[in-house]
C-alpha cells in the first residue's frame, strides 16, 4: 500500500497530515490504438491563451481520453486531479489540488494548506490568495485537469475556482472535464474570450471516426451504411459506440444486431448491457459484479471481495478486452472503471445479487482499515449498512478529520447513523457538539452535550471514567465560546482530568485565558496564555495562535503594558497578512479589532483607519455584520479623535442601522454603547448621555469591563459634579490597582486629575497627573490623555512649567489638534545629538535601562540577537559613549529615559 497513497507536504510534521491517494494524481496513460482526434487536440492547444478549457458532455464521450492523447502531444507541463464524490469535502478537495501542484515545485503551498486544514470553517480565499501569490512565482507555464468536475456540489468549492478563475496567474491553465456546466460566470469568461468550450457536439465521433473504431480499432469491417446507422442512432456517443462493438465481436449475424439495434438511449445501454455482460465468461461477469462498488480496484482488494487469488491477473485481461477499465498507474496495480459501466454494474448486482451487497462492502471496510485507509472503510461500512463498525472506526479517525477541518464529511457521516449506534458509542456525541461548535450552531452543540452527559450518567463507573473527562472538555469549550460564566471553572476542571496528549487541549487554553479575560482576572489570563504560547509553538497551530497572539495582545493591553501589546498585536498581524494582503477570515477580524484599540492609545491614528477600513471590507466579504459593527464604531471614535463630529455621526448612523437588524453580544455591545455615549459628550448631548449612563454605565461587559466604568465619571465631570466624580473615581482607582489593570488605572487618573483642577485643587491634580504620567510615559500612552481636549492641555502646560516629565509632556502637547499620527518633532535634548534616535532605539535604549540582556531584548522586540547588537552600536554611536552603563547615563542626563 506505501505505493498507492501519499502524505501532502506541510510545514510541520507533526501536524496532522492527510493520507491522499496518488492515483488520483496520475495522468491518465495513453491507449493503444486510439481513433485521432487531429480536430480536437488542435482547439486544445489554441485554448491554452485562455484561462478555461471547459469540456462539458455527458457521460461516455471521451473526455479523459480525448486530454490523454493531447498530453504527450503540447509544450506545458500537465497536473491532474481526478474528482470523486469525496472531494466535496473542502479540506479533502484542497488537499489533492496542492498535492497536484507540489509535483512541478514540492514547497508550494504549504502555508495555504494549513488554513485549508483549520478545523474551524474559514473562506477558501484565505488561502487562494497565499496560493494564487506562490503560483504566480513559477517560472514555466503547466495545466491543471480537473477531472469529473460534476461530482462537485459543494457551493464554497464553486465559489473558490470561480475566485481563482477571475486571478489566475498568466502561467496557469485550468481544464475543467464535466458532465453538467459548473455555476461559474460561463457568460462572463466568453466576453472575455477567457473560455475555450468543448461540448457533446464537438466531441461526438464523426462517420470517419466511428468507421475508424469500428473497423480499424475493434477490426469488424463494417460497411459505411451500418456505421452510419450506429453512429445517427448512438448520436455519436463513444461510449455507446464502444458498447456496440464489443457486442459485435464474435458474432456472424451483424447485419440483424445493427437493424435490431433500435430505441431510446436508455433502451440501448440496456441491450448493450445485457448483450455485453453475457458474452463475457460466468467468472468474469461475477468479478466484475462483486468489485463494482470499489471506487479503486487492486488486485488484494478484488481478492478480498470476490475470494479468489487472481485479482491482478483479472484486471489485466479486463485492460486487454477494453472493458471499460482504466489503469490509474504506469505499474498497472491500480484501476477502476469507466464510471458508467460502474454504474450500470452495481445496478445489475443490485438486480441479480442483492444479499451479498452489504457482506461485499464488509470485506471493502475489514480490507481498508487494515491498509490505514480508515476514512475510506467508513465509506463502504455506512453503504454497507454496518453502522456498528462504522461507528466505531469514526471514533478512530475523528480527531484528525477535526484537525484537518474536514467538518462537512463528519457531520454527513453522523447523520446516516442510526440511534443505536450512538447508545453503543457514547463518543459519537462529542463528535457531533464539537462539530456543531465548529460551524457555530450552539443549539445543536448544546443538545448534543446534554445527550452525551444523559449517556454518562447511565454507564457504569469503568466505563465512565474514560469518558467523563472528555465530556468535561467539549462542555467546557462549550462555555468558553459562549461566555458562561462557569467557563473558568469548567475548563480547570476538564484540563486537570484530561490527558497531556488529548488534542483539545490547546484550544482549552486559549479558552481558559478569554474566560479569565472575561471575568477581569487579568493575571491568570496571562498566565494561561503564555503558557499557550509554548503549548502552541508548532507551525501546524498556526491558526490557533492568529486566535491567542491578538487576546494575548489585549490583555496586556488591559494590563497597561501596551508595548509588549503592540509586540503580539504585529505578530499577528504578519500572519493573518502575509505578503501584506489580509487573509479573509474571522481571526483576521479579530486581530484588527483588537490591534485598532492597541495603535489607537499610541496615537497611530492613521494605521487605525487602515485596519478599522480593512475589517469592514473582510467583514462584509465574510458575511460577519458583527465585526462590522465593532468596526464602523471603531471608525466614529477615530473621527471624534479628529475632531470630524460629522464623519462620527455619519458611521454612528451606520451602526445603528445595523443594530435594527440584528442584535449582537455583550462585548460587541459594550463598546458600541460606550462610543455612542462619547459621541453625546462631543454633541453637548448631556441629557442624553446621562440617560444612558444612568441606565447602562452600572455595569460591565465581560472583555472590555471598564468601558462603561469610565462613563459615569465622565458624565459627572461634564455635569460639573466634581465631588461625586471624585468618590467613584476613588474607588475605581483602588480596584484598578488591586486588579491589576494598568490602562484602567491611567485613564482613572486623568480623569482624577481633571476632577481636581476644576475644583481649583491644582496641587493634588498635578500629583494625580503626575502618577498617570508615571504609568505611561515608559509604554508610550498618547490618547488616554488627548482625548481629554483643552482641559487637559493646560493642565500639561502647568506640569511642563513646573518641570514634570518634561520630554513626555511635550510629546503629549504636540499630539493635541493633530488630525493623524505624524513623527513628533525632536526635542530640546533630541536636538543637542548630531543624530536624533529613531523611535525603535529609544524603545530598545529603555529596555537596557531597564536591566534586559541582548536575548531578553531580542525575544520582547522579536527580533535576532544581531538586530539588537546592530541597534546597541548605533545608540553608542550617537550618544557618543562606549558600552551600556555609559549609554544609559548619558540618555538620562538628556532626558532621553
Known amino acids: 500500500?506505501?505505493?498507492?497513497?501519499?502524505?501532502?507536504?506541510?510545514?510541520?510534521?507533526?501536524?496532522?497530515?492527510?493520507?491522499?491517494?496518488?492515483?488520483?494524481?496520475?495522468?491518465?496513460?495513453?491507449?493503444?490504438?486510439?481513433?485521432?482526434?487531429?480536430?480536437?487536440?488542435?482547439?486544445?492547444?489554441?485554448?491554452?491563451?485562455?484561462?478555461?478549457?471547459?469540456?462539458?458532455?455527458?457521460?461516455?464521450?471521451?473526455?479523459?481520453?480525448?486530454?490523454?492523447?493531447?498530453?504527450?502531444?503540447?509544450?506545458?507541463?500537465?497536473?491532474?486531479?481526478?474528482?470523486?464524490?469525496?472531494?466535496?469535502?473542502?479540506?479533502?478537495?484542497?488537499s489533492y489540488f496542492i498535492a497536484s501542484l507540489q509535483q512541478l515545485n514540492p514547497d508550494l503551498g504549504t502555508t495555504a494548506l494549513l488554513l485549508f486544514h483549520s478545523p474551524q470553517p474559514l473562506p477558501p480565499e484565505s488561502g487562494l490568495t497565499i496560493l494564487i501569490n506562490e503560483i504566480a512565482t513559477l517560472p514555466e507555464p503547466f495545466v491543471l485537469v480537473l477531472d469529473d468536475y460534476h461530482v462537485i456540489e459543494n457551493a464554497s468549492l464553486h465559489e473558490a475556482i470561480t475566485f481563482l478563475l477571475d486571478h489566475l496567474p498568466p502561467q496557469m491553465h485550468l481544464f475543467i472535464t464535466t458532465r453538467t456546466d459548473p455555476p461559474f460566470p460561463l457568460s462572463r469568461l466568453r466576453g472575455r474570450e477567457q473560455l475555450t468550450e468543448l461540448r457533446a457536439e464537438d466531441l461526438r465521433f464523426t462517420p470517419d471516426e466511428a468507421m475508424a473504431l469500428f473497423n480499424q480499432v475493434m477490426g469488424l469491417s463494417l460497411s459505411p451504411r451500418d456505421i452510419a446507422a450506429l453512429e445517427a442512432r448512438t448520436e455519436g456517443w463513444i461510449a455507446g459506440l464502444q458498447l456496440a462493438a464489443l457486442s459485435m465481436q464474435g458474432r456472424d449475424d451483424l447485419p440483424d444486431f445493427i437493424a435490431a439495434f433500435t430505441g431510446t438511449h436508455r433502451y440501448i445501454l440496456d441491450y448493450l448491457t445485457d448483450e455485453v455482460l453475457e458474452q463475457r465468461p460466468q467468472g468474469t461477469e461475477d468479478f466484475l459484479l462483486q468489485t463494482s462498488i470499489l471506487d479503486r480496484l487492486c488486485g488484494s482488494l478484488c481478492d478480498a471481495l470476490t475470494g479468489g487469488r487472481d485479482g491482478q491477473t483479472t484486471l489485466e485481461l479486463l485492460e486487454q478486452a477494453n472493458l471499460f477499465i482504466v489503469p490509474l498507474d504506469d505499474e498497472r496495480r491500480w484501476y477502476r472503471y469507466h464510471r458508467l459501466f460502474a454504474e450500470v454494474l452495481r445496478a445489475r448486482l443490485r438486480q441479480v445479487q442483492p444479499d451479498i451487497?452489504?457482506?461485499?462492502?464488509?470485506?471493502?471496510?475489514?480490507?481498508?482499515?487494515?491498509?490505514?485507509?480508515?476514512?475510506?472503510?467508513?465509506?463502504?461500512?455506512?453503504?454497507?449498512?454496518?453502522?456498528?463498525?462504522?461507528?466505531?472506526?469514526?471514533?478512530?479517525?475523528?480527531?484528525?478529520?477535526?484537525?484537518?477541518?474536514?467538518?462537512?464529511?463528519?457531520?454527513?457521516?453522523?447523520?446516516?447513523?442510526?440511534?443505536?449506534?450512538?447508545?453503543?458509542h457514547p463518543r459519537l456525541w462529542l463528535v457531533q457538539a464539537w462539530a456543531a461548535m465548529t460551524v457555530g450552531d450552539f443549539s445543536e452543540a448544546d443538545e448534543a452535550l446534554r445527550e452525551a452527559e444523559a449517556v454518562l450518567a447511565l454507564l457504569d463507573e469503568d466505563s465512565a471514567r474514560s469518558l467523563r473527562p472528555e465530556v468535561w472538555a467539549f462542555r467546557a469549550a462549550y462555555a468558553s465560546l459562549v461566555r458562561d460564566p462557569a467557563a473558568v471553572e469548567l475548563t480547570q476542571q476538564a484540563l486537570q482530568a484530561l490527558p497531556k496528549d488529548y488534542w483539545l487541549r490547546g484550544m482549552l487554553v486559549i479558552f481558559l485565558g478569554a474566560?479569565?479575560?472575561?471575568?477581569?482576572?487579568?493575571?491568570?489570563?496571562?498566565?494561561?496564555?503564555?503558557?499557550?504560547?509554548?503549548?502552541?509553538?508548532?507551525?501546524?497551530?498556526?491558526?490557533?495562535?492568529?486566535?491567542?497572539?491578538?487576546?494575548?495582545?489585549?490583555?496586556?493591553?488591559?494590563?497597561?503594558?501596551?508595548?509588549?501589546?503592540?509586540?503580539?498585536?504585529?505578530?499577528?498581524?504578519?500572519?493573518?497578512?502575509?505578503?501584506?494582503?489580509?487573509?479573509?477570515?474571522?481571526?483576521?477580524?479579530?486581530?484588527?479589532?483588537?490591534?485598532?484599540?492597541?495603535?489607537?492609545?499610541?496615537?497611530?491614528?492613521d494605521q487605525v483607519e487602515v485596519y478599522l477600513t480593512r475589517c469592514v471590507e473582510q467583514a462584509v466579504k465574510i458575511g460577519s455584520t458583527e465585526a462590522q459593527v465593532f468596526a464602523l464604531s471603531g471608525l466614529a471614535h477615530l473621527s471624534l479623535a479628529r475632531d470630524d463630529l460629522a464623519a462620527a455621526e455619519n458611521h454612528t448612523r451606520q451602526v445603528e442601522a445595523l443594530l435594527r437588524a440584528q442584535t449582537f453580544n455583550i462585548n460587541i455591545m459594550a463598546f458600541v454603547e460606550y462610543h455612542h455615549f462619547l459621541l453625546l459628550l462631543k454633541q453637548d448631548n448631556l441629557?442624553?448621555?446621562?440617560?444612558?449612563?444612568?441606565?447602562?454605565?452600572?455595569?460591565?461587559?465581560?472583555?472590555?469591563?471598564?468601558?462603561?466604568?469610565?462613563?459615569?465619571?465622565?458624565?459627572?465631570?461634564?455635569?460639573?459634579?466634581?465631588?461625586?466624580?471624585?468618590?467613584?473615581?476613588?474607588?475605581?482607582?483602588?480596584?484598578?490597582?488591586?486588579?491589576?489593570?494598568?490602562?484602567?488605572?491611567?485613564?482613572?487618573?486623568?480623569?482624577?486629575?481633571?476632577?481636581?483642577?476644576?475644583?481649583?485643587?491644582?496641587?493634588?491634580?498635578?500629583?494625580?497627573?503626575?502618577?498617570?504620567?508615571?504609568?505611561?510615559?515608559?509604554?508610550?500612552?498618547?490618547?488616554?490623555?488627548?482625548?481629554?481636549?483643552?482641559?487637559?492641555?493646560?493642565?500639561?502646560?502647568?506640569?511642563?512649567?513646573?518641570?514634570?516629565?518634561?520630554?513626555?509632556?511635550?510629546?503629549?502637547?504636540?499630539?493635541?489638534?493633530?488630525?493623524?499620527?505624524?513623527?513628533?518633532?525632536?526635542?530640546?535634548s533630541h536636538a543637542s545629538l548630531i543624530e536624533p534616535l529613531s523611535p525603535r532605539e529609544l524603545e530598545l535604549l529603555r529596555l537596557v535601562a531597564d536591566g534586559r540582556s541582548n536575548g531578553e531584548i531580542a525575544q520582547e522586540l522579536v527580533v535576532a540577537i544581531g538586530t539588537v547588537k546592530k541597534h546597541l552600536n548605533n545608540i553608542f554611536g550617537k550618544l557618543d559613549v562606549r558600552n551600556r552603563t555609559q549609554a544609559v547615563a548619558r540618555a538620562r542626563e538628556l532626558d532621553l529615559l
Open 357 to 424: 451487497v452489504p457482506e461485499l462492502h464488509h470485506r471493502a471496510w475489514e480490507w481498508l482499515e487494515q491498509n490505514g485507509l480508515t476514512q475510506e472503510a467508513v465509506h463502504h461500512a455506512l453503504v454497507g449498512r454496518d453502522f456498528e463498525q462504522a461507528a466505531r472506526l469514526i471514533e478512530l479517525v475523528h480527531s484528525v478529520m477535526w484537525q484537518n477541518g474536514e467538518i462537512k464529511t463528519l457531520q454527513a457521516w453522523l447523520a446516516v447513523l442510526p440511534p443505536a449506534a450512538w447508545h453503543t
Open 1 to 94: 500500500m506505501a505505493d498507492a497513497s501519499v502524505t501532502i507536504n506541510t510545514p510541520s510534521s507533526t501536524s496532522p497530515q492527510p493520507l491522499l491517494l496518488t492515483t488520483k494524481l496520475f495522468l491518465p496513460p495513453v491507449r493503444a490504438n486510439l481513433v485521432p482526434r487531429l480536430r480536437l487536440t488542435e482547439r486544445l492547444n489554441e485554448g491554452l491563451t485562455r484561462k478555461l478549457t471547459l469540456i462539458s458532455a455527458p457521460a461516455g464521450f471521451g473526455k479523459t481520453t480525448l486530454l490523454s492523447e493531447w498530453i504527450p502531444h503540447n509544450e506545458w507541463s500537465v497536473i491532474w486531479v481526478s474528482l470523486d464524490e469525496g472531494d466535496n469535502d473542502p479540506t479533502r478537495f484542497w
Open 515 to 605: 474566560a479569565y479575560y472575561s471575568t477581569g482576572d487579568l493575571n491568570a489570563a496571562a498566565k494561561v496564555l503564555a503558557q499557550g504560547r509554548s503549548m502552541l509553538a508548532t507551525p501546524g497551530a498556526q491558526s490557533h495562535q492568529i486566535h491567542l497572539l491578538p487576546l494575548d495582545g489585549m490583555v496586556h493591553h488591559a494590563q497597561g503594558s501596551l508595548r509588549r501589546a503592540r509586540s503580539l498585536i504585529r505578530q499577528a498581524l504578519d500572519r493573518v497578512e502575509p505578503g501584506g494582503q489580509p487573509i479573509p477570515f474571522v481571526g483576521t477580524l479579530f486581530t484588527y479589532m483588537c490591534a485598532s484599540q492597541v495603535l489607537y492609545d499610541l496615537n497611530e491614528l
Open 687 to 828: 441629557t442624553d448621555a446621562a440617560a444612558w449612563a444612568e441606565t447602562r454605565a452600572g455595569s460591565s461587559g465581560p472583555l472590555m469591563p471598564y468601558f462603561h466604568r469610565l462613563a459615569r465619571p465622565q458624565i459627572l465631570i461634564a455635569q460639573g459634579n466634581f465631588d461625586a466624580a471624585l468618590d467613584n473615581l476613588t474607588i475605581l482607582i483602588q480596584e484598578a490597582q488591586d486588579t491589576g489593570h494598568g490602562r484602567l488605572l491611567i485613564k482613572a487618573l486623568v480623569l482624577q486629575a481633571l476632577a481636581l483642577q476644576a475644583q481649583g485643587r491644582g496641587r493634588q491634580a498635578l500629583s494625580a497627573l503626575d502618577q498617570a504620567l508615571n504609568l505611561a510615559e515608559p509604554e508610550g500612552y498618547i490618547r488616554p490623555f488627548v482625548d481629554e481636549g483643552q482641559p487637559m492641555a493646560e493642565l500639561l502646560r502647568q506640569a511642563q512649567s513646573r518641570g514634570l516629565r518634561s520630554n513626555y509632556v511635550s510629546q503629549l502637547l504636540a499630539a493635541f489638534g493633530a488630525e493623524e499620527t505624524s513623527p513628533v518633532p525632536p526635542t530640546a
